[in-house]
């Protein structure tokens, strides 16, 4: 049966030449013509024999993601949302800054999490995307800014750690040297914390980068905010996370959205100095952007400043995510929730 090629890793088109009696190189040259330079049919694929590209046609069809909707914010960011071959769409972000575009993909349709204060979480879970259609965020980015990607986050809709296989493998075709060739310390990955996607990361050959969605380091907030985190404990995820670093040497991201009045006080700051002690962190401050329909607030200037502070004095290195875009609805999922 046929089957998309933005289903296939690197590794996956090589296999797929072998089975076919093709040389090795031939996975390259493909490779290089869909994740290089962003062709939209087999037939530019100028140095594949006529036969091959007729095969490739009907056994695994070529169909990239399109630009559905766009805004772009005073600021210079781009959001868009993306519309895949089956018609579902996520969202995406390109984020200028001199030299650097940094672009932040989406990982699923939708996100089954359903954290509190989440678009993405309200919309609930669709489906897993598949390499290429991760690939193809970015390529549109590129192309649409007219400039070349040199930092990744997977930080749009969806739950990295829930559709593993197929982000790594996303990542690596972009980390190759064959396709983007960004190199693999500039992809970062976030997620909620689904502990066998930590433990599995840790051995990963690529220096790729983690960032955790921690937002609250009392048991009881946490699992207030992240409903379905609710199963998993604060204590086994600072040792997964302790146990990632001795084994990948690499420091991590604490996300911490900020609430008014739910994750902001004084009880709050001194648990997460806590948890953030004896593992090799940075701590990124995000005071939540309204969702509609919501009643949660961002936290106030100065509950956001005395956590700033009160970090950087214990030796905590904390910044304060300054809200790109906000003008067009900062956050994922919520500018593919204004469409509707
Ligand atoms: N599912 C993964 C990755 C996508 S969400 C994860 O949860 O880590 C990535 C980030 O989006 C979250 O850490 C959170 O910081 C941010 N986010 C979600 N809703 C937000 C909102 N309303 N305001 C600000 N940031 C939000
Ligand atoms: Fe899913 Fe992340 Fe949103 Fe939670 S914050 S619902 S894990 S996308």
Known sequence: MAQSIAAYSYEGICELMKEWGQPRFRA?????????????????????????KERLQQEAPLQRAR??????????????IVEFADGKSAEMVAIPSGDRLTVCFSTQVGCAMGCIFCATGKEGFTRNLLPGEMVDQILIAQKDMDMRV??????????????????????RLVNSADGLN?????????????????RKFAHEPEQFTM?????????????????????????DLKQD???????????????????????????????????????????NLIPINEIEGSVLQPSSEKAVKRFLSELEKR?????????????IAGACGQLKNMRR
């Not at 630009?67 to 868009?80: A, F, L, M, N, P």
């Not at 960004?182 to 930590?198: D, Y």
């Open 28 to 52: 390259k040259q493909i490779v290089q013509w869909l994740y290089q330079k962003g062709v939209e049919s087999y037939d530019e694929m100028s140095n594949l024999p006529a036969a091959l």
């Open 67 to 80: 630009i559905i909707d766009k805004q772009v914010s005073e600021d210079g960011t781009r959001k868009y």
């Open 150 to 171: 040199t930092n990744l986050v997977g930080m749009g809709q969806g739950e990295p750690f829930l559709n593993y296989d197929n982000v790594l493998a996303a990542m």
């Open 182 to 198: 960004v190199g693999a310390r500039k992809i970062t990955i976030s997620t909620c914390g689904i502990l066998s996607g930590i």
């Open 211 to 235: 960032a955790i969605s921690l937002h609250s380091a009392i048991q009881k907030t946490r699992d207030v905010l992240m409903p379905s985190m609710v199963h998993q404990s604060l204590t």
């Open 241 to 283: 996370i302790r146990d990632y670093q001795e084994a990948s040497g690499r420091r991590v991201t604490y996300e911490y959205v900020m609430i008014d009045g739910l994750n902001d006080d004084d009880d709050h700051l001194f648990a997460l100095v806590d948890f953030c002690r004896g593992t090799m962190c940075h701590v």
């Open 315 to 327: 030796g905590i290195e904390a910044t304060l995510r300054n809200s790109r875009g906000a003008d």
